[in-house]
């Protein structure tokens, strides 16, 4: 299994940038997606999660309003859409898959998800 992120970069505050992640997994519409994100020295942090048919989302309160996550079966591919971007953005974000085959469902939960993407740089200049 493999999750391959990409589309981070550089931008101003209050810009926009989409992350992508493209996975190599066979049931992908059975597993939950979350997009975390971390900076040094720092835990890894949930931003949101989608379920396994897209219907349900989570949000953490500091991207409520500018971040939306979305995903497509079709293209084994979730997506984060940020905008209006700010400086505390800055870090690097990384998709999960969780293995989840009955249901339609979201985790909140770090530890529950069994795969990992390499993660992608995000950096906000003020």
């Known amino acids: 299994v493999q999750l391959q992120a990409s589309g981070g970069g550089l931008v101003q505050a209050g810009g926009s940038l989409r992350v992508s992640c493209e996975a190599s997994?066979?049931?992908?519409?059975?597993?939950?997606m979350g997009w975390f994100r971390q900076v040094p020295g720092e835990e890894r942090r949930l931003v949101g999660a989608?379920?396994?048919?897209?219907?349900?989302?989570y949000y953490a309160d500091s991207v409520k309003g500018r971040f939306t996550i979305s995903r497509d079966n079709d293209k084994n591919t979730v997506y984060l859409q940020m905008d209006n971007l700010k400086p505390e953005d800055t870090a690097v974000y990384y998709c999960?898959?969780?293995?989840?085959?009955?249901?339609?469902?979201?985790?909140?939960?770090?530890?529950?998800?069994?795969?990992w993407g390499q993660g992608t740089k995000v950096t906000v200049s003020s």
């Open positions: 997994i066979r049931t992908f519409s059975s597993n939950i």
């Open positions: 989608i379920s396994e048919s897209g219907k349900r989302t």
């Open positions: 999960a898959a969780k293995y989840h085959p009955r249901g339609d469902s979201i985790t909140t939960n770090r530890y529950a998800y069994n795969y």
